[in-house]
Each structure stands twice: as structure tokens, then as C-alpha cells.
């Protein structure tokens, strides 16, 4: 099957209709070159801060545009994300977004993955980290890993800086995931580059195919800090290191760095259950639980 990894930059809109044609032109685009399935970056929807004017003289007031910002958004760009999915038959998962939950009266970090049958599938991060930099206090982390099956592909979710937990993909990878989706945000280099490795790490570690989104761009927003905003990244997809499914760097297709693109590749979910059984290297058969549980979270 083709999947396919949004970088997607973030710009200033003029109208809702601007974001809407943003995300219709990645789907389209991953359409265009046969993509089954479409990630977006984490935080994906940020660019929506600047069809609004904001008075900001503290990170208090940042934080107040945040829970604000999550209240008005969730819904909508749920519906769009619905209504793409549907129309152009893919699976859209729709990057995070920073989501009020009614039922809980709290902040999530929420990744929905919506597919053209109608189906929603939630995953919230598990460890927040900078949330946008000032608002990591006022999210919750998530309680549960899930993975879900979609025409016969098994997904997990594993957000940024959950994916520098070896756990969180070693989970996801025993509970049947084939392919992981790790929608990420980054503000510098150093983030870019964690999270690849950590794409490439995981992939070789589980014996799973890892999609990886980055956003590019900037806004201007928060208006006290000079430029405001801004993303850095290479979206991927990677598999395994071994000689009979992937390259020496895991590297099945990355973007060109400050381009807006939609990256596709052709991935062999076959084969990859065959090498894990028959490869050069096979993790999952010679882990050692038992052994590894001695030491296991040892604080001393």
C-alpha cells in the first residue's frame, strides 16, 4: 500500500475557507499519488490562532488563548477532517490538536484518525511536553493505548514526545500494531532531529513501519515574541533497518527540508510480517522479558 506524511506549513490565514483549502490541497495530494492513508503533523490546525487579534503581555495570557482556542476548534476541524475522509475515500489522521473534553472538564493533546466509512479512532498524548511551549501543566496525559484496525492494517499512536519512550511503541507493537503514526511539532533543529532518530529507532526496535509528520513555516503568534512561531521539520516514513525490507537508514521517504509537500511510500505490510520471522535481526522473537524484568524501572 502507498501511505503518505504531511509537511505542512503553518502561514497566516485570511478566513476559515484558507484553512479548509490548506488541508483539502494535502489530502488531494496524497490522493494524487494513490495514498491509502494521510498523517498531519501535531498541532497541525495552530495556523487558525491568527485569523484572531490577541493582547498578550504574559504566558497566563498565552495559556487563556489555549483553553480558549481548544473549546472553539475541536468540533470544527473535526467535522472538516470527517467530511475530507469521506469525500476523497482515505484515511485522514488529523494530526493533534490541543482538545477540550466536555465529559472530563479537561485539556487533551487528542490525535483523531477519521476514515471514509465514518469511523473516528482517539488517541491522546501520554507524556505533554512543551504543548505549545507554555501549557504543558494544562494538559492532561493520556491514561490509555489503543490501536485500531482499519481495512485490515493495524495502527497505534504514538505523539512526539511519546516516541522518545521506547515503551510507548513496544506497547503498541505487542498489542498488533503494524505501522505507527507519530505526528510531531518542532520549533528548532534539535527536535527535528530527535524525532527522527526516534522514527527510525522505533521502527528497527518493533519491527513496524513508523510514519512521521513535521510542521514547516511560521506564524506570528505569540505576538510578544519576535516572529512568533516557528516550525521545523522532515516528515518520513521508515521501516526496519534489514537488508530484505528497507535501506541502511530506514529511510523509505523523507521530504526536502522547508518544502510544503505531502511525502507517499510504498510500504509491504507482507513482507514485513515475513522478516519478522525470518529476517537478519529478529526482535520480536529473541526479546527476553523475563530477563529484562529484573531490571526493569530499578530507581537505585
Excluded at 505533554?128 to 490509555?144: A, F, I, R, W
Excluded at 522518545?164 to 498488533?176: C, D, T, Y
Excluded at 505531502?262 to 520471522?277: C, F, M, Q, S, T
Amino acid at each position: 500500500m502507498k501511505i503518505a506524511s504531511s509537511q505542512f506549513r503553518a502561514k497566516k490565514l485570511r478566513s476559515m475557507k484558507d484553512f479548509e483549502d490548506h488541508v483539502r490541497w494535502h489530502v488531494e495530494s496524497a490522493v494524487a499519488q494513490g495514498a491509502e492513508l494521510l498523517l498531519l503533523p501535531e498541532f497541525f490546525a495552530i495556523e487558525l490562532l491568527t485569523l484572531h487579534h490577541f493582547d498578550i503581555k504574559s504566558t497566563e495570557d498565552v495559556t487563556k488563548i489555549f483553553e480558549w482556542f481548544g473549546k472553539e476548534y475541536t468540533t470544527a476541524i473535526k467535522q472538516l477532517c470527517a467530511n475530507l475522509a469521506k469525500e476523497y475515500q482515505i484515511t485522514l489522521a488529523a494530526g493533534t490538536h490541543f482538545a477540550y473534553q466536555p465529559d472530563r472538564k479537561c485539556y487533551y493533546n487528542t490525535a483523531y484518525v477519521f476514515t471514509a466509512s465514518g469511523a473516528v479512532f482517539e488517541q491522546n498524548k501520554i507524556h505533554p511536553s512543551y504543548e505549545m511551549v507554555y501549557n504543558k501543566e494544562l494538559t492532561t496525559p493520556g491514561d490509555k493505548l489503543d490501536v485500531f484496525e482499519i481495512n485490515g492494517v493495524t495502527y497505534g499512536i504514538s505523539i512526539c514526545y511519546d516516541n522518545s519512550f521506547p515503551e510507548v511503541a513496544r506497547i503498541l507493537s505487542q498489542m498488533g500494531a503494524d505501522i505507527i503514526l507519530a505526528p510531531t511539532c518542532c520549533l528548532d533543529e534539535w527536535g527535528q532531529s530527535r524525532n527522527i532518530l526516534f522514527a527510525q529507532a522505533r521502527a528497527s526496535e518493533n519491527q513496524v513501519y513508523v510514519v512521521n509528520s513535521h510542521m514547516i513555516g511560521s506564524i506570528p503568534f505569540p505576538t510578544h515574541i519576535p516572529y512568533g512561531f516557528t516550525f521545523t521539520g522532515k516528515s518520513g516514513i521508515y521501516s526496519p533497518i534489514q537488508p530484505m525490507i528497507g535501506t541502511p537508514n530506514a529511510i523509505v521517504s523523507q521530504g526536502e527540508a522547508n518544502v510544503e509537500m505531502v511525502v507517499v511510500g510504498d510500504i509491504n505490510l507482507d513482507y514485513l510480517k515475513y522478516i519478522r520471522e525470518n529476517g537478519h535481526n529478529r526482535n520480536r522473537t529473541d526479546m527476553r522479558p523475563s530477563f529484562y524484568q529484573q531490571y526493569a524501572f530499578q530507581t537505585t
